[in-house]
């Protein structure tokens, strides 16, 4: 009579950061796949592809040089409205389409949670880089109009790098608290688009935030990570007021963001196959 065989449990490594970290690492391969796949589905059958990159920003920033630009006056620190909004525009598409992609992404790729196990923070990371491209498809765009506004490249330009990083850990933190909410309640479908937008009107994209007056109130609202993320962006792009301290607090902010949101999701990661 032959022995029994042994029954392995595969669990996720309980803790934080370090394994969790080098699970991310190992599964790379598999981010890099996810990533792809989503490109290519999101332009998959469109009459102009990835031209719709292009399209809508230049859509966003025509409707607001319009009505904010021409008809409402708002200033925009010297800088020629359509870049100054093009600019500020650029990284919120980035992080609304991220927060967007990443909330849904255990509900999207539920068969592939109730099948094999991974790393189940790989599907929001993965969600997150997709728009990468769009990014930089966006700055490209906004590169073309600053010739044609002859605003010369500054020596800032440097910063976008790094800021790109930070754009994508915001991303990152926010996206990961719906995603894991999102597995329990389905509301997270209807309220997040609604809380994208008016998250935006409380955003530094078609106004400066020095249109905000000094003292508690500005403190407040640079409570806003995408407040020092935009101010920081456009300053590095196309100039004006340096960010200061509200880069500082939204990094603060992102940081309490992005711990107690990875905790929250590790503790939830088990459940996720039977609540999904």
Known sequence: MSAPEAAVTVEPPQRWPRPQLTALWRSRELIYFLVWRDVKVRYKQTAFGIGWAIIQPLISMTIFTVFFGKLAGVPSNGVPYPI?????LIPWNYFASAVTSSSNSLVRDVSLITKVYFPRT????ASVLTWLLDLAISLGVLAIFMAIFQIPIRPTVLFV??????????????????AAINVRYRDVAYVLPFFIQAWLFVTPVVYPASLVPEGPLRFLYALNPMVGVVESFRWALVGGPRPGPLLLLSV???????VSGWINFLRTEQSFADVI
Do not use: E, N
Request: no cysteine; glycine share 6%; proline share 6%.
């Open 84 to 88: 100054f909004a093009l600019a500020g």
């Open 161 to 178: 790098l790094p800021l790109t990083f930070f754009l994508i850990v915001t991303a990152l933190s926010v996206g990961i608290w719906f």
């Open 122 to 125: 790989v599907l929001p990371v």
């Open 252 to 258: 603060i902010v992102v940081l309490l963001l992005l």
